[in-house]
């Protein structure tokens, strides 16, 4: 069973997308600030890693941004995919995201529930 | 202050950009040309003065007199348009705060209300899906509104992003059909699309000309009445594509059409036959056409149908 971390601090979003990949068969860890996806992403030994990382910009304690590079920076979380789920629409955001490490950037107002579903399959069969 | 930051406040396109307002309505500008006009008039007076008045002294009070007179009303007129740019300004980021903001509980809403049509969690009976359904068509139209609302207020904040590419205009348009087609064919409204000749790419942000052709292509639609036909052409006349796109729908009363390009506006007869649209689409389209060095213009006739052209230079 895949692992999906998901970094996002609006609790209405964790339950409705957290239900429907639980129902996809995906196993869900919630974060709802940067400092506890951190944690969760990297977890202690014997921890179960995830397989993707869907990522919040905009959070408490440790922005999106922050959260991507020390993803990228440490050996243990580098390879995980991260998609960002954001409503932060700016180029420079995204070009931001990018450069960070971000396999994909999606803008939560652009897209429906299935279509960021069939983005998370295809990213986790690659 | 550090002499970059200095230097910035001297730079006038920049502090007038800021404001979003046209160069002769901007504060700096105008404290600038009034300025001129207080030295000119000034040398002016002084001159005249020395021709006519022997008195030194009286020609030195006429100069002072008449100096202090144009200073006052230079402070009244720039301190009224500095009101009115601040205004403008807070207005535009207010705009854009309150959008952004807006977009987070409406996406919530969205995959909520996704997620209950798909019957993941419970089953769900077709009266209250119709109820689901009108949740969903709503939330849509609140999107659809805060995006308009936060694209002009990027154009007007001159911050609106153009990541430019190669594209096929053609192409996008073709993929903008696909995907207006059910809604055409729901609305009974047949779409043809001529190309003439070859179509060369243009360098351009694919995602603002998006806007531009969804922009377009809906209102064609949505304004035809009952049953009726939007037409197509692209081609290239000479250092330029020209893309037209005609309707028979409702068209616009002559009195409106000056208005047309508007923020808000929307003619008395769009409004009879559709009562919901910010009048925001045309706007967006002409800033885009504008910022990509291309021209855009429009005829119509009330009950006839209208035609929206534009051009935009070939790479």
Known sequence: ?126 | MESKEILAQFNLSAQCKKYGLSLWQCPQFLFLIMGIIIIGSTLAAYAIGNQYVEDPLVVALIVIFITAILFIISTIITRSFERLAEANRMKTEFISVVSHQLHSPLTNLKWVTEFLISGRIFPVSKKQLEYLEILKENNERMEELISDLLVVSRIEQGKLPFKKKKIFLKELIEDKIKKMRPFAEASNVEIEFQTKGVIPQIFIDSFQIELVIDNLLDNAIRYIKDKGKVEIKLEKNDKNLYFKIKDNGVGVPRGDQKYIFQKFFRSENAMKHRTDGSGLGLYIVKSIIEKSKGKIGFKSEENKGSTFWFTLPII
């Open chain 1, 1 to 126: 069973m895949k692992t999906i971390l998901f970094i996002e601090d609006e609790s209405a979003l964790q339950k409705t997308l957290g239900e429907v990949l639980k129902q996809e068969g995906y196993e869900v860890l919630s974060a709802l600030d940067g400092e506890i996806g951190l944690k969760l992403a990297d977890p202690p030994a014997g921890g179960k890693k995830p397989d993707l990382i869907l990522l919040d910009l905009i959070l408490p304690k440790i922005n999106g941004f922050e959260i991507l590079k020390k993803l990228k920076d440490n050996e243990e979380t580098k390879e995980i995919p991260v998609i960002v789920l954001t409503n932060l629409e700016g180029v420079g955001d995204v070009d931001k995201a990018i450069e960070l490490g971000a396999k994909t950037y999606l803008v939560k107002a652009q897209y429906s529930l299935e279509e960021v579903l069939e983005k998370i399959r295809k990213t986790l069969s690659e």
